[in-house]
């Protein structure tokens, strides 16, 4: 039998971080929480991101995941607005990278693609979507179901993200023996 294994889905914004916690054993998911982590939108830009930084540290200790995954910025045309979600980004990544976790990174296409089946869904379908494929999450919030969605994604890609790290190192000694060869 396969040990569960504990994904934490973080959905990175400024204002509002969603985080979801997912169990997967084998091909079976299992709801273990979600949450919305908040900044004063009045505070200083450190004082938001340092909020987010002792939330999500928070979370990462009480929830003890295994793995995380956490969604990619998408480029807006507000550029203010997409370096402020990056700087959120940039601590959803380093939380769990300081507690020692493997980090994945999933675009909102292929999150909505894999939950929901088409890559330009809406965040109410995504929302359907998590509370089918997980029946007794309860997220609160878009945000926390938009994690979940992120948790699932890595759920169902972590196998093949997995078999490609094992062939990198077998691809790197093969590409080392041509070149040796030359």
Do not use: C
Request: no cysteine.
């Amino acid at each position: 039998m396969t040990h569960p294994v504990r994904i934490l889905g973080i959905d990175p914004g400024l204002r509002r971080t969603g985080w979801g916690l997912i169990t997967v054993t084998g091909t079976r998911l299992a709801y273990v929480g979600s949450g919305t982590i908040v900044s004063g939108n009045d505070d200083a830009l450190a004082t938001r991101l340092r909020a987010l930084h002792d939330g999500l540290q928070r979370v990462v200790a009480a929830m003890e995941p295994d793995e995380v995954a956490v969604e990619e910025t998408f480029v807006n045309k507000d550029g203010q607005a997409t370096l402020k979600l990056g700087h959120a980004r940039g601590v959803a990544l380093l939380v769990p990278a300081l507690a020692g976790l493997p980090v994945a990174e999933y675009a909102a296409n292929l999150v909505k693609k894999t939950v929901v089946g088409t890559g330009h869904a809406e965040k109410d379908q995504v929302g359907a979507m998590v509370r089918f494929l997980l029946p007794k999450a309860d997220p609160g919030t878009a945000d926390a179901a938009d994690a979940l969605a992120i948790a699932i994604t890595h759920a169902q890609h972590r196998a093949a993200r997995a078999r490609l790290a094992a062939l990198a190192p077998q691809a790197g000694r093969k590409a080392g023996a041509l070149a040796g060869g030359i």
